[in-house]
Each structure stands twice: as C-alpha cells, then as structure tokens.
C-alpha cells in the first residue's frame, strides 16, 4: 500500500522560509494529484495547494497564492511545498494527501484524497 511520510517541519521567524516535502513509499507511485493541507489547533483542516500529477497544473488557497509553490520530483516519488513569507497565520501540522482512485473533481476538497501522511509541524513566530 502507498505511504506518505512529510518532513521538513520546524520553528521559523516571521518572513522567513521553510521547505516541506513528502515522499511515497510501498509501490510503485502514480497519482492523479497530490496536495498538501494543514490543520491549526482547535481548527478545521484548510486546504493549501494541489496539482495534477500528470499535467503539472498547480492550484492555491487564496491565502497562500504568491507566497507558496508546490512542485514534484516524479523520480523521487516527492512532492514538495516551498513557503516564503511565512506568517504566524500559517503555524499548523502539514499534511500530505494524495488521490490514488480517480481524477478529482474538486482539488481543493480533503474528500479528494484517499492516502495521507502522518503531518509535520510548522510554527512561524513572531
């Protein structure tokens, strides 16, 4: 079965940058997107940025568009999520998703994905 496993996560300064990856493991990987959310505490799971994995078309929540990019490595089975301009708003655990079933409908819905990773902590301080 696929796994997923993201890392990267830590303690930043505001403005600062941080860069999450996420690597595939189990079998043989080939997704119809993958994506990655976060989850702040006491909060509903947001979604972040996506792609289609054969296209490359990427998608961002509003909050992020500008500040981060997500990009692939098809060789390494990874995904990863550059965050530039960190912002204290952006402080949750990271979670990796991939879709495995089908071509989504909706990047931007958790209901998508069927496989995700354990999470990895991002705090941006003040």
């Known amino acids: 079965q696929v796994q997923l496993v993201e890392s990267g996560g830590g303690l930043v300064q505001a403005g600062h940058s941080l860069k999450l990856s996420c690597t595939a493991s189990g079998r043989f990987f080939s997704p119809y997107a993958m994506a990655w959310f976060r989850q702040a505490p006491g909060k509903e799971r947001e979604f972040v940025a996506a792609m289609r994995w054969n296209s490359g078309r990427t998608y961002y929540s509003e909050t992020v568009q500008g500040r981060f990019t997500i990009s692939r490595d098809s060789a390494k089975d990874a995904v990863y999520l550059q965050m530039n301009f960190l912002k204290p708003e952006d402080t949750a655990v990271y979670y990796c998703?991939?879709?495995?079933?089908?071509?989504?409908?909706?990047?931007?819905?958790?209901?998508?994905?069927?496989?995700w990773g354990q999470g990895t902590q991002v705090t941006v301080s003040s």
């Open positions: 998703a991939a879709d495995i079933s089908r071509y989504p409908s909706v990047l931007g819905s958790s209901n998508e994905y069927d496989r």
